[in-house]
């Protein structure tokens, strides 16, 4: 086998079903859309038309689904080429990618060490080549730690942005359907098509867009449970945010790892039995026995104990947003070691749930998060180990965490991928904006530019930069006598100019709170541009100008504040 194909031999478990080539070569050469060109796995408990969606579970289903899920069917409609289905643990149960009838799924450079899971394949099909999309689910980190220990990227969004439809549950309350890459603007644009507005949570009217500048960014005071090295590859993480220009600071732990034990520990567990429970009770000799053992176990939760342990997880939440408040975001490592095949088969409940340490209490919480390769541990005789860490933010702040892990993320350890397809360009906008989330540009020509005295007023609203601009040239601007100094912009019949200013991107709601604050004599209305389009922007009236500086000649307030400065 060559080509695209050629990296597939080297982990053939990470496959359940696997699409012929030429199948594949002729639906790439049809295939149209912003994702063209790009092949797509699937996680085996996410339906596939024509593959039996088994759940990791050859018992579970035999049919072939007769239709694709819906996140399959938006990705496929924009140019992605399914080539298979991918390996999982078995009912998504697990965070090693070792419980599955298909076997256990090797890390792609280190044979002797768990791949992570349970979206073990989705990952391991991406790192190695054999696609370059994946998608995964995650209940507990299921996307994230797979995606850390393979060096590549996860994106878990908000929960109920992307649709379930199609999908085999884990714990139904707390699943969320995640994409995988090589890197991070592919992410990006596949994670905007993946949502594309049929979820089932609208997003809000006042989502932000993009991280501060200077964003505060909560890191945990201490870190247990990391293997030696591992905390080390962490403190330089924090260290790149800092020199990024981030505001990181150390806060208690203590709440999130509670939270993370509740999961499974607890009697939350139960939503995993009202999941897949009948099937695994009346099929024993067909399931896994540590599935079987902790989904059988699930069954017998009492319903006092059930409403006890929501209460718990509620006044953990409400303590972990205590802890959080005031930060843009929380960084933590994705997983606090990797384990060997042998050490997950020796201790399989324990290794995993050390495994999940930093993952757990994710969705419980319901954060968004971005899990990204962030350097390397040398292990010595074990070989050297990818070091990831995940950006959480709070719910539909999914921008804010995408922006900051763009500013950690460190390129993985290269593997050798035969014509792997180039990552896609840096999408123009973020992927809730594709996604649906209603927003407005606003352009500005003073006090609000970059650099400027109220940019901060801005970027607190969570608005985006999105580049330079100019207006028609049926403009005039003056110098108003205002503290901060500030200019007036206003549109003008005869003798007008074109002025130079910048495009910001944010959300109605947003919009919203700007203008509620907004001082006289300024105003929002609607500027032309040079390219004949209309947006929002500052303005004030003609007769505002009175008695003001004219610096039309100036072109911008900016070189009207250099030439003022060069005359001082």
Request: with cysteine; aromatic share 6%; charged share 20%.
């Amino acid at each position: 086998m060559t080509g695209r194909g050629a990296a597939y031999r080297h982990r053939p478990e990470a496959f359940v079903h696997r699409r012929g080539e030429d199948a594949v070569a002729a639906d790439l050469a049809r295939a149209r859309g912003p994702l063209t060109g790009l092949r797509l796995a699937v996680k085996n408990n996410v339906d596939v038309a024509g593959f039996p969606t088994t759940a990791g579970c050859p018992a579970f289903a035999s049919d072939p689904a007769g239709q694709d899920a819906t996140a399959v069917r938006r990705l496929v409609a924009q140019g992605a080429v399914v080539v298979g289905t991918t390996n999982l643990d078995q009912f998504a149960t697990g965070l090693v990618g070792q419980r599955s009838p298909y076997g256990g799924v090797r890390d792609v450079r280190r044979e002797t060490h768990v791949s992570g899971g349970s979206s073990s394949g989705s990952a391991v099909a991406v790192a190695s080549g054999a696609a370059d999309l994946a998608i995964g689910t995650d209940t507990a980190g299921s996307g994230r730690v797979p995606a850390a220990y393979q060096g590549i990227v996860g994106i878990k969004p908000t929960l109920g942005v992307v649709s379930t439809d199609g999908v085999v549950p884990a714990c139904r309350s707390w699943d969320a359907v995640t994409i995988m890459a090589r890197d991070l603007d592919t992410a990006d644009a596949a994670m905007g098509v993946m949502a594309g507005g049929d979820g089932t949570r609208p997003w809000p009217a006042d989502v932000p867009l993009a991280a501060p500048e200077k964003a505060r960014v909560a890191v945990p005071a201490e870190l247990p449970a990391m293997a030696p090295g591992w905390a080390g590859a962490f403190r330089a993480a924090e260290a790149r945010l800092r020199a990024a220009g981030c505001d990181v600071a150390a806060v208690d732990f203590t709440p999130f790892l509670a939270a993370a034990r509740l999961l499974y520990d607890g009697a939350l567990v139960a939503e995993r039995h009202a999941a897949v429970g009948e099937f695994v009770d009346e099929h024993p000799g067909d399931v896994d026995p540590t599935v079987a053992a902790i989904v059988s176990a699930a069954g017998r939760v009492s319903g006092s104990d059930y409403v006890r342990d929501v209460a718990r997880l509620q006044q953990l939440r409400d303590a972990c947003a205590a802890v959080l408040g005031g930060y843009d975001a929380l960084l933590v490592p994705t997983a606090p070691f990797q384990p060997t095949i042998a050490e997950v088969a020796d201790e399989p409940v324990g290794v995993n749930s050390r495994v999940g340490t930093y993952t757990n209490f994710c969705n419980l919480f319901d954060l968004c998060a971005v899990a990204v390769p962030s350097g390397t541990v040398d292990e010595g005789e074990a070989g050297v180990a990818q070091f990831g860490v995940t950006v959480l933010a709070p719910a539909f702040h999914d921008a804010v965490a995408l922006d900051l892990a763009r500013r950690v993320t460190v390129p993985s350890v290269s593997v050798a991928v035969e014509e792997a397809a180039p990552p896609l360009p840096r999408p123009t906008v973020p992927w809730p904006v594709a996604a649906g989330v209603s927003c407005v540009e606003l352009f500005v020509v003073g006090a609000h530019l970059r650099g400027q005295p109220l940019e901060p007023e801005l970027r607190a609203l969570g608005a985006r930069w999105a580049g330079a601009a100019r207006t028609a040239p049926h403009y005039r601007l003056g110098a108003l006598d205002t503290t901060p100094p500030k200019p007036g912009l206003a549109r003008v019949a005869a003798d007008g100019a074109s002025v130079a200013g910048e495009l910001w991107q944010l959300s109605h709601g947003a919009l919203g709170r700007f203008l509620a604050a907004l001082p006289a004599p300024m105003n929002l209305g609607r500027v032309e541009l040079a390219d004949g389009q209309w947006v929002v922007g500052f303005g004030c009236a003609a007769d505002a100008l009175d008695g003001a500086e004219d610096i039309t000649r100036f072109g911008s307030w900016r070189a009207y504040l250099d030439a003022r400065a060069a005359t001082v």
